[in-house]
Nanobody, 119 residues
Framework: QVQLQESGPGLVKPSQTLSLTCTVSGGSITTNYYYWSWIRQPPGKGLEWMGAIAYSGSTYYSPSLKSRTSISRDTSKNQFTLQLSSVTPEDTAVYYC???????????WGKGTLVTVSS
């Protein structure tokens, strides 16, 4: 069973860079045809897909966040990371990592981590 666990600071100051890591167990992030995504949910709002890194290392980003988002991976640690720059209070959300086959469904989810942007 694949398990995902998000980790990182719960509080980030405005204008700084938010950085989160997703550690994967029970499966490899290089497994063919799997895509590893970051998704967030602001308080009282719906889920927003932010971007993904593919099994090949290729990256894909939401057009609305592309200028501020970077996703990378460390295959030796079976981890992938999210960096979101120039954050504002509107970036406050529960951040999830998830995996799927590139379709609309995600097979595995982390539990999510709340990140608050505040001075």
């Amino acid at each position: 069973q694949v398990q995902l666990q998000e980790s990182g600071p719960g509080l980030v100051k405005p204008s700084q860079t938010l950085s989160l890591t997703c550690t994967v167990s029970g499966g490899s992030i290089t497994t063919n045809y799997y895509y590893w995504s970051w998704i967030r949910q602001p308080p009282g709002k719906g889920l927003e897909w932010m971007g993904a890194i593919a099994y090949s290392g290729s990256t894909y980003y939401s057009p609305s966040l592309k200028s501020r988002t970077s996703i990378s991976r460390d295959t030796s640690k079976n981890q992938f990371t999210l960096q979101l720059s120039s954050v504002t209070p509107e970036d406050t959300a529960v951040y999830y990592c998830a995996s799927g086959d590139g379709g609309p469904r995600f097979y595995y989810w982390g539990k999510g981590t709340l990140v608050t942007v505040s001075s």
